[in-house]
Structures are given as C-alpha cells and as structure tokens.
T-cell receptor
C-alpha cells in the first residue's frame, strides 16, 4: 500500500518557469509534510516542510501548498533554474502521539530545468 | 562538518559476505533512522532508534540485518550473508528528540553493490 503518491514521475521546465510537483496521502494521522531534494549520489536534503495548521508556506522560490480536506500537498518552484535540476521527494510523518516520526516517502519526481 | 556522516560511501562485496556500515548523527540529535533507497525509488524506512533503544523495525529488515546504537551515539547497520537484492543506497538520518521537530537530516549514504 503506497501511502504517499507523487506525480509527475518526471518534469521538464524552461529556465524561469514554474515547476509544480504534487503529492497525495492516505493516512489522516500524518501531520508533518516535508519536501526533500536529492542530487545524484547524494543523500536527500530537507528543502521545506509544512504542518496542517497552515495552508501555504513560502521560503524563497519554494512554496508548499497544503489542502487538508483533499489530503494533498504540492511544491511550487518559482523562477526555476538549471541548478534546481534534481529529484524531489515528498514525504509525510506522524509528528505527535508518541509515534516514531518515521518518514513515508513518495517515489520521487525527476526535475530537469533547461537553460 | 556537523552534518550526518556515513562510512563507507561505497562498498562492493561478494554475495554471501557480511558488511557493516556506520552512521554518526548530528551530535545533539537523539533520534536516528536507517532507510534504504533503490534506484528510482524514494527512501524506505528500515529502523529507528531513540537514544540507544531500537524502537521499531520494518518488515524490510530481515533477520540478516541488525542495527545497533551503543550509548546512543553512532549507529551501525550490519548485513549478514549479503544477497544481490541487498544492493541499494543505505541512508542514515537523525533528528532532535524534543518538541514537535521531526526535521530529519540525512547523510550522504552508503552505496552497497553485491556482486
């Protein structure tokens, strides 16, 4: 059972464009939703995260939009740059109730930003 | 460098051999996780430590796998009698143990190839 579904699998955008990656989750106990960026041969790096008490969080060119009723969240990368070319993973965890806080990841989106 | 450190970065082993990986978490983090990532997939949870206590193990962690975290500091992951299906990137992550912070920071991973 895939608890976090991510789309698209790959995405190509032009420099300066907007990249949008979507995720949907099933477990309503999830209450922490981070996005990770991973370059080839490297570990995932935390990019931005949101909790369900807000519908949007922005950090620089990166914005998370969160829709609790639809159980969906998305990553928007504004003014996409070639250096943003990487694999992006959404994830979710239960951050309360004495859980172990383990992350459940989506399958990833390979983003290519053309110059 | 105060990030999560993993050693070795790469390991090539023959089928049937035992291998051991080490993870040094961020010093003030008392939660430590092991994940496994195969090509084109997101990281999958293997096991979780809070301080020295191993609190959860995934069904992915067969009895050929064992993890320890003596004294709640560094951790080791051992795979006995390796199989070709064990070939993957093994990632270690750590996070703080207080408040609502689930921010998990990953190491660079250990790439295991079983030949």
């Amino acid at each position: 059972q895939q608890q976090v579904k991510q789309s698209p699998q790959s995405l190509i955008v032009q420099k300066g464009g907007i990249s949008i990656i979507n995720c949907a989750y099933e477990n309503t106990a999830f209450d922490y939703f981070p996005w990770y960026q991973q370059f080839p041969g490297k570990g995932p790096a935390l990019l931005i995260a949101i909790r369900p008490d807000v519908s949007e969080k922005k950090e620089g060119r990166f914005t998370i939009s969160f829709n609790k009723s639809a159980k969906q969240f998305s990553l928007h990368i504004m003014d996409s740059q070639p250096g943003d070319s990487a694999t992006y993973f959404c994830a979710a965890s239960r951050d309360s109730g004495g859980s172990n806080y383990k992350l459940t990841f989506g399958k990833g989106t390979l983003l290519t930003v053309n110059p | 460098d105060t990030g999560v450190s993993q050693d070795p970065r790469h390991k090539i082993t023959k089928r049937g051999q035992n291998v051991t990986f080490r993870c040094d978490p961020i010093s003030e983090h008392n939660r430590l996780y092991w994940y496994r990532q195969t090509l084109g997939q997101g990281p999958e949870f293997l096991t979780y430590f809070q301080n020295e206590a191993q609190l959860e193990k995934s069904r992915l962690l067969s009895d050929r796998f064992s993890a320890e975290r003596p004294k709640g500091s560094f951790s080791t992951l051992e795979i006995q009698r390796t199989e070709q299906g064990d070939s993957a990137m093994y990632l270690c992550a750590s996070s703080r143990g207080q408040g609502r912070s689930t921010e998990a920071f990953f190491g660079q991973g250990t790439r295991l190839t079983v030949v």
